[in-house]
């Protein structure tokens, strides 16, 4: 054989061997594709059966169904929609019957367990395994719960070790510890005490434990002590010991609710300036609307809300937000009447921008758009409201006519507000404002005369009785306004409502010209004597009932001497 004919033949046996090589390879990798096929072809079957099988209880839940097609791990998934179950069951916007609870608990501990014999590192199956069973038996009042108490416990302690930084083992095992409170010994309370701080400190457990955790504690101190330092925590916990009219508890709750909020607003603002500086407006906003949310209608939280209207970035505002500034503006209108404004016109003015309706107003609307316009300091646009009505020869437009004499005075315009007065209905002539307008103008314009007779009828109205038909009834809280001489203290009268006995568990708050003064248990027959400095001149008196319950105020009087 030449040596062409030998090269040829070795190519042949080399071509031949790469082939079967190829061979060698490429059945491996058809049989490997084959089998992730089969396990993806099986992957599938058994994830659409779980959604078909978990989809119809679940019923209308938000993207449960979808997530699951979307999960890749099988056991995920299985952990996903035994999650979505108990979260159903413990759901109070759609209460399931006793049957339809368990049922649904059966299923979810059936594929919590199955996703747990294959992932036995998985805390989420061991939680809920262990929560499925606790709930099942507690909702089936099983003797179990207690004689197999390890079935559940076990598998939640189990899952705080998987998963340390987990708060919902820690949920489930408080929930359970808190209806077996009096069955455990003192040292597994000391335990269970712990996990329920830990509950306590999730945003999402928080209202599930803090019901129980509170009607367990044997003191009011005690289950305050666990109360997250968070704002929403202790709105929750007053709101709570109000409709169990537990008013030694609550006056302590709303101290620490401020304290709380005092600490929260200060980091709150803090962090806000940081991102406006760095130019993160958005994200500004988010917190600034955070402190605007949380910020109650209280005369020591008015810097605070004009402090967010001064730095908060321009931007549309929600429903819930828009509801807040809504409250503000009422609460801020009728101090700005008796002269102690709270807000400055600037804040005033965003407030009515941000919460003025695109609906036509009322002929009552306009009369506080107009004024509203006045207390932002913007008299073209509440001369244009006044132009545009159709009668402001009603009582609900003294207040404009009062606020647009100030106005006018600051711009010399003395006739001009005198006339303005003149039109103010006759109804409201004789309230201290009215006269103290009179007053204001008429010093003004340098008339002796007649700002003595202005000062002499304003002195007619100050008194130091009101009774009973002075106040009135805006809203949840009845407001007197009143014209006082200087005073230490207050004494205030109930009458019984005709729907409340005598025995009825009632306590009010006082507001003293925006400002909280007290929450107290009230008893018809026994008058409410507060100290408060009382200085010459006009305030606001607003008496609100706690715990839902009916009240009249009766009279009002002021005393010379503290009360106490």
Known sequence: MNSRGLRSHSFGKVATGSGRLRAVLVVPALLLALVSLLRFTEYRAQREALVARVAPLLGDEVGVAQRLRREPDLEQARVLAARALVRQVLSQEAPLSRADRLDRLALSRLLAAEALSRRPASWGASTLLG????????????????????????????????????AEPASFLSMAYLELWPTLPAGKRAEAQELVRRGLADAESFPRLIGPWMATAERVEEALELVPAQPYAWRHVRSLLENRGDWHGYRLATQRWYEVLDADFAAGFEEAEARLAAGDLLGARDRLLLILRETPLDQRYADTMTRVMQRLPAGLADSIT??????????????????????????????????EPATPPTPADQALRAETALLAGDLGRGEGIERQAADTWQPEWAPYFIAKSQLLIERKSYAEARA??????????DTPGYWRARLAVERAAGDPTAASWAEAQLETLRAQRWPATAWTRPGTGAQLNLLASAAEGL????????????????????????????TLPAHFGEPIRLAVEVTAGEHLLVVESLGGRAITPGAVALLDRHPW
């Open 420 to 429: 303005g007065l003149e039109r103010i209905h006759p109804s409201r002539q």
């Open 491 to 518: 004494e205030i009268h109930l009458a019984l409502a005709p729907s409340q006995g005598p025995e009825a568990n009632l306590a009010v708050t006082v507001h003293w010209d925006g400002r909280t003064l007290a």
């Open 131 to 166: 929560a499925s069973t606790y709930l099942g038996w507690s909702i089936g009042h099983d003797n179990r719960l207690l004689m197999a108490a390890p079935a559940w416990e076990g598998p939640l302690w189990h899952a705080t070790v998987l998963g340390p930084g987990k």
């Open 322 to 355: 828009s509801r807040h500034l809504k409250r503000w503006l009422g609460w801020a209108r009728p101090l700005c009447r008796i002269g102690s404004c709270p807000l400055p016109p600037a804040a005033i003015g965003r407030l009515a921008r941000a919460t």
